[in-house]
């Protein structure tokens, strides 16, 4: 497990380029909460969630609630510790494995495997990630790498080619995700 400075007790992003929005979060040991509102294509959406991790920062439950024009959604995860997974209740096998959760609306959750894992520099680590989509709140397997550059930036690649390098602060969050996501305080 990777060693970071304390968590500051909150942390904003604001979106950039494709999502025009922002991300608040409230850090706290063993849980993350937080709001992001934004405007994707045209459609807004507004997500709250909590995240309570175990203390190897493995994703244990994520409440998350979706607001669209079509209304409020909500769905619960929940993990083992080790890989395995339910949504709302049922098993959730296509999971099976997974360890971090990553939202779609959220800059903060690309923290996870950076505090998890010891990543020495230059080595490259495969952490795929349960992706919940912001407006749908659709639940699915995301594959992503983190290749540690230095103490602070790691190249960052996911599927369908995506790829930037992303920069962290002392306390392991992210400061620069080109493309998506600056934090501001």
Avoid: K
């Avoid at 495969?126 to 659709?138: E, G, I, R």
């Amino acid at each position: 497990m990777a060693t970071h400075e304390p968590l500051p007790p909150f942390a904003a992003w604001r979106f950039v380029d494709a999502v025009d929005g922002f991300e608040v979060a409230y850090l706290e040991p063993g849980r993350l909460r937080g709001h992001t509102t934004a405007v994707e294509d045209g459609r807004p959406h507004a997500v709250s969630y909590e995240i309570t991790l175990d203390d190897r920062w493995r994703t244990r439950t994520v409440q998350v609630t979706s607001d669209t024009v079509a209304g409020l959604r909500s769905t619960v995860l929940r993990s083992d510790g080790d890989g395995g997974w339910t949504v709302d209740g049922v098993r959730a096998p296509h999971l099976d494995g997974l360890v971090d959760v990553d939202l779609e609306a959220s800059a903060c959750t690309n923290t996870l495997p950076v505090h998890r894992l010891a990543m020495p520099v230059g080595e490259v680590v495969t952490a795929a990630a349960v992706y919940v989509q912001a407006s749908d709140l659709v639940v699915r397997r995301l594959d992503q790498t983190y290749r540690r550059l230095d103490g602070h930036r790691f190249g960052y690649t996911s599927e369908g080619g995506f790829a930037a390098v992303l920069a962290y602060d002392d306390a392991g969050l992210v400061v620069d995700y080109p493309g998506i996501a600056v934090r501001f305080a």
